[in-house]
């Protein structure tokens, strides 16, 4: 496949998942009494930055990385190996969440909603660095 496709794989891997966890953090914020939100948004905002810096860093690499691949090459090429068990990882620790009864409603709301938008923003800044690099 041709590289620039690699940029999209990268951002559909990173995009479709935060779409889905913003959803469920910003729906399980609307379940929550008003009173207590103050404390939560705090804690979404701190959520919020602890991935953008991190998650800024990460999809940098790994464009620079996607750069430096041949015009034609395989999907597996998106992602180091250590990128790949970040992937699987990250799923099954999301799946496992669902799946765990007694997690608090106020985690869900404050973590998800600070992870789902840096997760799409991540998969923005993916194309963006394709158009970037590709040019």
Known sequence: MKRKYLYIIAALLWGVPGIIISVKGISAYFAMPSSSLWWLFLITAAVLAGFFFMFSRIVDRYSARMAGQPSKTTVFQTFPLRGW???????????????????PAEFTASFYSGLGPMLVYSACRFILNGKKYEL
């Open 85 to 103: 068990i970040l992937v699987v990882c990250m799923s099954c620790l999301g799946i496992t969440l669902k799946y765990i009864s007694g997690v």
